[in-house]
């Protein structure tokens, strides 16, 4: 009987694909991930109080073309396989090779750098696709005065419901709009960290569903889903702990570009990442007693059949003794020629077989 | 035979409900807990050292009018599912809309924040409503220059006992009549704490009595009311942990509207909260020693019972073997024609089996 | 077969009693501990160089008109129940109510505070008085600028030792009687810290006396006693830990009380507590290893058991099948009519058993 | 039958060898490590951004000749056997004494450390050579005005791709060039850090065929290469961890020789060292788990077969009895003369059988 | 059967004879250790970088007389048990009461503390003496402008080897000679540290022996060394781990007796201290890595046993069932009057045999 195997090892960011770029200079541009997708688009969204443009294209010039200083430009790039175009950005931009790069290498841990005209992000979103296991994208930001770029390495949806907000024109309440690129970078990091929860309720459930099958039906399937959720909170607490930091430093007012009155609403995203992080520490803890019990109740299911095996056996041992005494052939056995001899025996037997039950009852070992 | 089920998961601080507000922008009010109350209520009780006015009212305006800036004025808010009252609250006291988001999700991790012209405060208190279950209330508290709100999710009876002394007229040592909304401030969240000693007293004694049940009888029972003392010890550190550095925060002197003179009492509370923390951590590692001890006893028990039962066995099988002797059907077996054969048979098997006993009463195996 | 009960949980420092003050302001002084002594009675030694007064009085006012400013007075007071009394004495000395409090709460955990005009200091003394079981006794100190309270739970003779050295009129190595109420502060904390390193022996035996047992004869009444330690360790832990912090405050010369020259005293009981701090740490990775070789011994002697007892069935088990094989009614069974048939089986029952002796020595099975 | 050996321990840095020094002053030079090469070799490349020169010898007089103040000096060391080359160059470049020994000994722990008028930094190269072990050489550098030393234990070509780009004349993008020796000590460090990614690529592909094969085959080689993968991230962990310590003191700018616009280079290197050492600390929990599930997986396998086993024991003994019944001799048994009492007795035998089968299947014994 | 008995408890730094001491005033000497050589004598050692005396006497005035001002004087104390000594030394050299009664108590741990006109410091010497167990000795040092004192509680070797190099007149490298009081105070505690090295070496023999034993033949006595090394750990830890900060102190330049040009050799001698407790970490991962290694191993074998044995019982229960049958005494059994039925008896329990030990290999049961 075979254990059932547990998924693939996710792949470990900045460990996959690593050996293709050893050598080349710290400048030089490769796309370090798995394509996920073969579009590859730039967006921009510029807007102020009163208006709201839109443009999409592949060409980087039209859209650099576009860009309007007295609005706030936010520029997000779908895509990253497509280097040439990350290449024109930077330029344009004049990010530092080393930031591009970064942007480039999708398994990089969440950091916040200053640099000297902008401030440089990076984050994992996490979704939950298909059945339980969990898919990690990297988006990396940067803002700069007037402007914010996004990158994503596939076409997300996870920023329209904030789009679409964006685009609601006669709303007196759509504070997005007044305000500058550091509230904006301030709306999308919160709606990444948003989904964290919903990924963390996810989790939940399965963990309450694996405590009942523990308690009902303890297999080695269950047995392969603790190690597997196990594995996975190892990695989702990788993803999400170095964000403590970079949040940190922001909140901190280390960073020129986030206004003072924006530091409240980073301090609450902050909140929220501690929150994050306290929750998979509580459900690795949560793990650890569901994979415990596992064992308890494995061995317990186990001792309870051998014990019930060996209580029949020592009933009958004796029971086999008896029988046999009367199965020698010696000459001389009075008990032999007794009338009610064989009814006799069966009698004594029957005796031994309810004492012993009794006692074993009385023992508790049935 | 079922092991029998832990009570379900505690609700996570903040995980629960979080997916409804995904999107919204951060200003947005909106319930997020459970609804535990219908009522919702607010009170005012102004005091100074010679007068108190009480008004209850489920109108804000109106509370908001008797407001008097001569005295320290307390108003509690009982019931966070009417938002519409909130929002008045917070505007006529000038709240920041994420404090107010703050003071409606009721699963938020305790802090303590500094807003220009307030101070705002988050705990949990503790129940311990029916059996042996820990129910958690989220209490937000406001403090300004001569006022302090409560927020509390239903009417509660936790601060009924201070309300009754502030009422006292003639109250020479009435020291709460005589000082600032700071000191109201601190009144409430010793109550709070003091709550914490109660809860962690009946913790104490459910281990205690476990402890005598994994001596006594260790059932299967027994291992669920172990686990689900491990598990709220998880949430009853999560609970009270983040409270030291919210109240080291204020010790600290961080916070103007605490009056110097008032500072020890904080230093007070402070201890007070750490003594907590350090008693839960004791609880878990008691707990910890009551889980091997019950690991340790069940499998004695177990071994107990293999050990008697192969006893047994092992005797008989010998025995098993002489009157099998006895039964072949050779034509040559001299015994059997002996006139005593029989009964010299069982004296030799009497022999044998009195000295295996004896062998294992000195070899302790008995 | 019971497992023997471990002692009751020592009562957990604060935890005890709370109940009763809850809700009552922190002004109220009320007793909390258990009276362990009727008695109640303050001592004045009033000292320096040159001369030594003693007074002893159940009344404070006949202790305080006694008071001499120009020597060292150290008011000792035993019996914490007597509240009245406290109260009187915390009133001619300015103490905070909070300050007050503290005293009383015999579940306090040790601490150093500094008030405005005086030092307060509480620790916990360690007893061995009957038997393996520790007592705990609070004593707290107050220091003031020519005078030093101590508070005390009984009568105690912890520090008639040094009464004694103090009355000797003519040692000129009598530091003691030349230094200031800082200096005899020193000198009774250094007894108390003293007195731990007799604790710690006692216990250090107790773990060898116990390593032995596991290796001679473990028995369940050895995993009480392991068990028994451990906990006891927990809480001596959690006594004497916060103690360092306490000193270290000291240490660093932050109380305007603590002379320059006396400091260097109190680094070596500073030391003196890590010291402690450390060893209790030692001592509870012995107890854990100890508690490994307890279960490491109780399995390898069962293994033995089940072993040995295999072993028999397993030789017997083919004899019985042989003996079985004879015992067959078939017409024809040429063997049966063989003359030496039966001496026959019998010789190669004992080659089969003497074989299989020989396989399960060779294996190391026996 | 016999577990199979771990391969010895891997030479503990600094522990080898060491007694032969002790006793010697500090400042005598003595080759600490294995000599792992014959030769020994100092090579010397001297660029600008428009020049680039190359020597190399076995005398240092010649290669000190040729050095140029002009240009960056990368003199590179082969072969640490060699004790007077050492010397020389130390001679010629200042160093201090005990930074020789440093060099020599080639079991340091990596640490970065500021001379007067040169940095010294020293770090660890790792190789999978052959098969899985990993191999280590120590590689030391002096960084100074203008020039750089490398010194390792043998010739390596770990550095020879990056030599090839040195090389390139015509080469726009050539970076590196154009640069001064804190750039080219960059470059060679984050050449050594990028091997770090490939082996643990190779670590975590161990890592997954071990799952494969605690699932498929759980065998005693299986548990060797646990330990033995335990055991060398143990050893990967001291040699990388305090390589952190090291780099975060080059970037936070406090040593001279590395210029400012190279530090965020170094930054990066770091972020990448971080990585690393977070990697191998997931790779640390996840074969922790592995080796719980070896545990499970084997301890299941054997109760799989002691249930089996138990279960065909427990169904035949009653039967036994059954047979053992009528092969007793008693006069009157009026079974015996039934006419169809054989086969009677066969089909009630039949139905305990089945009877048996079908309640072991229900309760999921089988 | 016994297991054999770990080595008793080393004695615990600082607990042992502690009582003698108890309640005596700090000022009083008194030596606390075990008395380990019957001689006391005092060496003094006076050189510069032309001359070197040596004396050596049991009168202290002698050695004070010929202190020499203008040289570094070595003064070197062994045997600790002559306090009257000790005390006129201490009164030569204004040393303060505590710092002696630190040096008289064997059983401190390692610090070093700034008195106003020396510096003292105590380490712990390891020796390796007979067999495997380590024997510990405390050396304490006083460093002032022109002079070190050095206490030892026996004539020791260790530093020896380093005497014999001070003696050395024309010795142009002889670096000692040139430098002061606070060079040879690097040089004794570099000697000592260097010692450590040896002493890892020979754990790390243990350890490799113990992982060899474990896997060839696993015994009782295995378990007993695995023991034996994991405490010994444990108090190696426990030795060097405080030497640390107090280098760390001295590295800081805290102290003003080191000049600065020796400042690198003591930064040399705290990475050898890091060293050395990161590789006793690394040791205690090992040992604990073999303890479950034997943990396995015998269950292993246990397991290995207890399968092969249930195996043959699982192959003669259905025979021994099969020859029951035929021992029926059923008048009408067909088969008994068969020609053919004893030996096609014999044919089918043959047939049953081998298809049970086939069926047990293809499951790998055995």
Redesign the interface.
Known sequence: ??????S??PK?????N??A???L???TLIFVGDKVSDKSQVDLIAYNEHEIEEYSSQNTEQIIGRLDKTKVNWVNIDGLHNVDLIEQIGEHFHL?P?LL??VLNTE??P?S?DYADHLFFVLKTLYNLTGDSITYEQISFVLGKNYLLSFQEKEGDIFD??RN?LRQINNN????RKKGSDYLFY?LI??VV??Y??I??KV?ER??IL??E???NPS?AT?KKI?QL??EL??LR?SVYPLREALSKVTKGEYSFIKKDTL??F??VY??T??VI??VE?YR??VT?V???Y????S?R??????V??????I??????I?????????????????Y??FG?WGVMLLICIGMLMYFKR?K?L
């Open positions: 009987m075979q254990l059932p195997r547990l693939k090892l470990l960011a900045g460990i996959r690593s050996q770029k050893a050598g200079p710290p400048g530092h080393l790069e970064d990089h841990r950091k750098e419901g904030f907000r309440k759509n504070r997005a709306r919160d709606t948003d989904g929860y919903s963390l309720e939940g963990i309450e405590e009942d523990v308690y009902d080695r047995l190690q196990k594995k190892v990695f990788k409240p609403f301090s609450d909140d929220h501690i929150h306290e929750t509580t803890d949560l007693g994979m415990d019990m064992m308890t109740s494995v317990n186990m001792n309870e059949v051998m014990k095996l060996t209580v029949i056996a020592t009958f041992i004796p029971l086999t003794f029988v046999g005494v009367y199965g020698m052939n010696f000459e001389y056995i009075p008990e032999l020629s007794w009338k001899g064989y025996t023992k070992w």
